[in-house]
């Protein structure tokens, strides 16, 4: 169960909705760590390490360097922290928990900023209903107004691994849009637009929408390849349950 937990929490952490925000902080994390490092190993250098190294005579040089890696290793588990504390809201919402909306409203109220109303889109995107998940869809073909880097982000919540039998009628049309996709988006959204429907599927009868995509529609070889590339998974899950299934 505990390994179960961690091996999620780890999923989650690398999600399109928690990953900007991780990077994000860790970059953030990193630049001050550089101007601390200037500032420490000023300090280290003209206070503490001749007084150390009255014990120690034969020090080596690169032992100066010891308290900067220290510096990054503290920031980089700062990073990893606040990432993990984003992913819970939209867990709680996917799972359909009754106190998610309590706990997302509160957070809600805690961050208006930019960042804070771009997460509450993409937790929001996790809901288990289907009036939800048709707005959501409408939204990411159709609505100006929302941006890429928000429609990115909520792909992953949008396709909760747990929703995929409210998710199944979109892989088709997802599929059927392709070209809307690669022409109207930057170059990485498509990649990240087809392993989100693929990824949010298990089931024989997704399969066959793929394989019928790529039999009827005829995408020229770049989206061929791209979705080839992203039904790999699905295809290895549908064959591995089908096995073990009997």
Known sequence: MILDAARLSFRNLLAPETRSVFWKVLGLTLLVLV?????LRSLFATLLFPWIAGFFPQMPE?????????????????????????????????????????????????????????????????APDAATKRK??????????VSEDW???????FNYWNESQLTAPYLEPALGALDQVKRE???????????????????????????????TQKP???????????????????????KYRG
């Open 151 to 157: 429609v990115q982000s909520s792909l992953g919540a």
């Open 185 to 215: 988006r930057k170059i990485f959204f498509l990649v990240a637009w087809l392993d989100a429907f693929m990824e949010g599927q298990e089931s024989r009868s997704s399969l066959d929408v793929v394989e019928r995509y790529l039999a």
């Open 35 to 39: 101007g601390l490092w200037f500032v």
């Open 136 to 145: 959501y869809f409408d939204d990411y073909l159709h609505n100006a107004n």
């Open 62 to 126: 690169w032992a100066g360097w010891l308290s900067f890696v220290f510096a990054i290793l503290a920031g980089l588990g700062l990073a990893l922290g606040l990432a993990l504390l984003l992913s819970p809201v939209t867990a709680l919402i996917a799972y359909g928990d009754p106190e998610a909306q309590a706990v997302f409203a509160a957070e809600q109220r805690t961050d208006s900023s930019g960042d804070g109303r771009k997460f509450a889109y993409v937790a929001q995107a996790a």
């Open 220 to 242: 020229d070889t770049d989206l061929r390849l791209k979705v080839l590339q992203a039904v790999d998974e699905l295809e290895r899950t549908v064959r591995i349950r089908e």
